[in-house]
T-cell receptor, first 114, second 116 residues
Framework: KAGVTQTPRYLIKTRGQQVTLSCSPI?????VSWYQQTPGQGLQFLFE???????NKGNFPGRFSGRQFSNSRSEMNVSTLELGDSALYLC?????????????FGQGTRLTVV | EDKVVQSPLSLVVHEGDTVTLNCSYE??????LLWYKQEKKAPTFLFML????IEKKSGRLSSILDKKELFSILNITATQTGDSAVYLC????????????????FGTGTQLKVEL
């Protein structure tokens, strides 16, 4: 079955602009999480959505927001881009249930802010 | 604040060597510890550990969790050049039994390079 799909794969934006990234989870997965990966900070949790509701949020400013649609697809939006937002943004999807299940990652979107 | 620390930061070994990667953690409401391998972009899942003392194995890779001492190790035996990657340890924390991906806290990873 298809894995987690993120689009676009690469993006170059100018400071001050905004950007929207998309993530389609594995079919049947209802939880979608977003992570930012930079060389200095490693992988950092942004937020998690389940059934169109944000369940968890990391320590990022309000410029970072997201949403989830009824088909579990998720979008992440960053407004007023800063140079420091340049990073690999990874999305992960997982099943939800009483047992712990692993998260599967997409290939990521490489965002460069100039 | 949840914290995951991995050591060593980087490691260079020769093919055939055995390596042990370490991961220690301090999190609230621990649910599971996961190991991922990241070669280029997408981290790929290796193991998920929830119970102490039970070793998980997959080929030349194995891992074990100690919930009392709050650490885990990942062993790779008979290393190959294809094992070269960043190995990430992540801990899942959460208050409800609602499945994976629930706020993973990652370590900074161990960069492993296997030379011929």
């Amino acid at each position: 079955k298809a894995g987690v799909t993120q689009t676009p794969r690469y993006l170059i934006k100018t400071r001050g602009q905004q950007v929207t990234l998309s993530c389609s989870p594995i079919s049947g997965h209802r939880s979608v999480s977003w992570y930012q990966q930079t060389p200095g900070q490693g992988l950092q949790f942004l937020f998690e959505y389940f059934s169109e509701t944000q369940r968890n949020k990391g320590n990022f400013p309000g410029r970072f927001s997201g949403r989830q649609f009824s088909n579990s697809r998720s979008e992440m939006n960053v407004s007023t881009l800063e140079l420091g937002d340049s990073a690999l943004y990874l999305c992960a999807s997982s099943l939800v249930g009483r047992l712990n299940t692993e998260a599967f990652f997409g290939q990521g979107t490489r965002l460069t802010v100039v | 604040e949840d914290k995951v620390v991995q050591s060593p930061l980087s490691l260079v070994v020769h093919e055939g060597d055995t390596v042990t990667l370490n991961c220690s953690y301090e999190v609230t409401n621990f649910r599971s510890l996961l190991w991922y391998k990241q070669e280029k972009k997408a981290p790929t899942f290796l193991f998920m550990l929830t119970s102490s003392g039970i070793e998980k194995k997959s080929g030349r890779l194995s891992s074990i969790l100690d919930k009392k001492e709050l650490f885990s190790i990942l062993n790779i035996t008979a290393t190959q050049t294809g094992d070269s990657a960043v190995y990430l340890c992540a801990v899942e924390a959460g208050g409800r039994l609602t499945g994976g991906g629930n706020k993973l806290t990652f370590g900074t990873g161990t960069q492993l390079k296997v030379e011929l």
